[in-house]
């Protein structure tokens, strides 16, 4: 089989995947409704105590829509990949990937993809709709050329989330329980993210040191660019840091997995 041919295969098998679990993806994305409504009635009580227009630099308008499109944002680039790979370097199950002409980090790359390729054109599609929905709610400003620049960063922030996570996954060669580990880390990354709140509630101090890590690339900055809140200079910027941060991670998890693959035993499979 071609090489090509191999990543579509691989591409498709990602996309059935997506399907056949599909009602756990739509359930998934019904309980981001619950953390909407929480934050909904949060900052509602926030900005009617503090009798102010502006808290920490948002509108009432923009804080509404900032938490609504972060929990969306949240779930599109969303990773479970990692306790896949974890199963397979404790069970064994690595052994018939080290053996395929594929790599297993094109597999993945490949498989994630597909599975996204479904996922985003359904959070897409209901973030048009919020979109609209709060611009005739809140007098939110949709604006074409924010939301064209939004999706030229999307897959940056997507390839960024999978370079972290196939990365963070590495640890289990180490650890032979690594799942608590990663559900740490998932709700350590989704705060300095930006994905609970925005990252000006953190103190001038706290924000500076969030926004030098590169899960702000993710989460934060694609939600600000979409809000009309950054300037150009900031959006190109931004954009750039999202490549650099990919490139280390990209070179970090060949790094960790050439050293972890010299700790792993091949059982089992």
């Not at 739509?26 to 900052?43: C, D, E, K, R, S």
């Not at 999706?151 to 640890?171: E, G, H, R």
């Not at 900055?221 to 990209?250: C, D, H, K, N, Y």
Request: with cysteine.
């Amino acid at each position: 089989m071609r090489l090509h041919s191999m990543y579509l295969k691989t591409f498709s098998l990602g996309v059935q995947n997506s399907l056949e679990y599909r009602t756990n993806f739509f359930l998934n994305l019904f309980g981001a409704v619950f953390p909407i409504l929480i934050q909904y009635f949060y900052w509602r009580a926030v900005f009617t105590s503090s009798g102010q227009q502006m808290v920490f630099g948002f509108s009432y308008n923009q804080m509404i829509a900032y938490s609504i499109l972060a929990v969306l944002m949240s779930k599109l680039i969303g990773t479970t990949f990692q306790y896949e790979i974890a199963r397979d370097i404790k069970d064994g199950g690595l052994n018939k990937y080290l053996v395929k002409p594929i790599g297993y980090l094109s597999y993945r790359i490949f498989c994630f993809l597909g599975e996204k390729s479904v996922q985003m054109l359904v959070v897409l599609a209901l973030s048009v709709i919020v979109m609209l929905l709060l611009d005739a709610w809140l007098d939110f400003p949709v604006n074409l050329p924010y939301i064209l620049l939004f999706l030229c960063v999307v897959p940056s922030a997507l390839m960024l989330n999978f370079f972290i996570y196939y990365s963070l996954s590495a640890v289990a060669f180490w650890f032979t329980e690594a799942n608590g580990a990663f559900r740490t880390f998932v709700l350590l990354a989704n705060i300095a993210g930006g994905g609970l709140f925005p990252l000006d509630i953190y103190g001038p101090v706290t924000k500076a040191i969030l926004l030098a890590l590169p899960f702000n690339y993710v989460i934060y900055f694609p939600i600000r660019l979409l809000s009309g809140m950054l300037t150009g200079p900031e959006i190109a910027t931004g954009a750039m840091m999202q490549l650099i941060w990919i490139g280390v991670f990209a070179a970090l998890s060949t790094l960790l997995w050439r050293q972890g693959l010299t700790k792993y035993i091949a059982v089992g499979g």
